[in-house]
T-cell receptor
Framework: KQEVTQIPAALSVPEGENLVLNCSFT??????LQWFRQDPGKGLTSLLL?????REQTSGRLNASLDKSSGRSTLYIAASQPGDSATYLC???????????FGKGTHLIIQP | ETGVTQTPRHLVMGMTNKKSLKCEQH?????MYWYKQSAKKPLELMFVYSLEERVENNSVPSRFSPECPNSSHLFLHLHTLQPEDSALYLC????????????FGQGTRLTVV
């Protein structure tokens, strides 16, 4: 059974810092990995999708990497801003009839 | 309207009530999903529909009953729920071929009293 772990569970940093969120998964047989953002009481917004054959994806100040063989992904946020405050979720898809398997998320606070 | 839309956004129901949650996707996807998000727990997959056929239910209690009348609409029928069923219920859709990227609705916050 696939399990996804996110470290740290919570993170509070001053505005302007670069930061890294970590995600690990136990079964490397994945089709893709997605990073999502969730604001309190809201749905999930897709940030980045990495296919199993890819090593990284970039969108603006966000960069996600994938090391499928070691079961790890990182989300790098450059020059953090207070508007980046949210919970960040990592999820993997095994393909076929599976849904996504999620981690518990990293609750991020960027201090002005 | 684009993306995935869920209604209602908030719902309070008694344990003897019957209610339904609705999800509509405007992305042309061929798979739709229901997830449950409870406090301090990862999102849990409840149901998967692919090409309007249910492919997985993950041992969800029978008081939750899904319905997928066509590829754009998904319902979750609720009856005789328990207080521990209070949670955020999220609908998602994806295209099973290609990138497989999943898109989520804004969720329905359900409170069972």
């Amino acid at each position: 059974k696939q399990e996804v772990t996110q470290i740290p569970a919570a993170l509070s940093v001053p505005e302007g810092e670069n930061l890294v969120l970590n995600c690990s998964f136990t079964d490397s047989a994945i089709y893709n990995l997605q990073w999502f953002r969730q604001d309190p009481g809201k749905g999930l917004t897709s940030l980045l999708l990495i296919q199993s054959s890819q090593r990284e994806q970039t969108s603006g100040r966000l960069n996600a990497s994938l090391d499928k063989s070691s079961g790890r992904s990182t989300l790098y946020i450059a020059a953090s801003q207070p508007g980046d405050s949210a919970t960040y979720l990592c999820a993997v898809w095994g393909g076929g009839a599976d849904g996504l398997t999620f981690g518990k998320g990293t609750h991020l606070i960027i201090q002005p | 309207e684009t993306g995935v839309t869920q209604t209602p956004r908030h719902l309070v129901m008694g344990m003897t009530n019957k209610k339904s949650l609705k999800c509509e996707q405007h992305l042309g996807h061929n798979a739709m999903y229901w997830y449950k998000q409870s406090a301090k727990k990862p999102l849990e997959l409840m149901f998967v529909y692919s090409l309007e056929e249910r492919v997985e239910n993950n041992s969800v209690p029978s008081r939750f009953s899904p319905e997928c009348p066509n590829s754009s609409h998904l319902f979750l029928h609720l009856h005789t729920l328990q207080p521990e069923d209070s949670a955020l219920y999220l609908c998602a859709s994806s295209q099973r071929s290609g990138s497989g990227e999943a898109f989520f609705g804004q969720g329905t916050r359900l409170t069972v009293v």
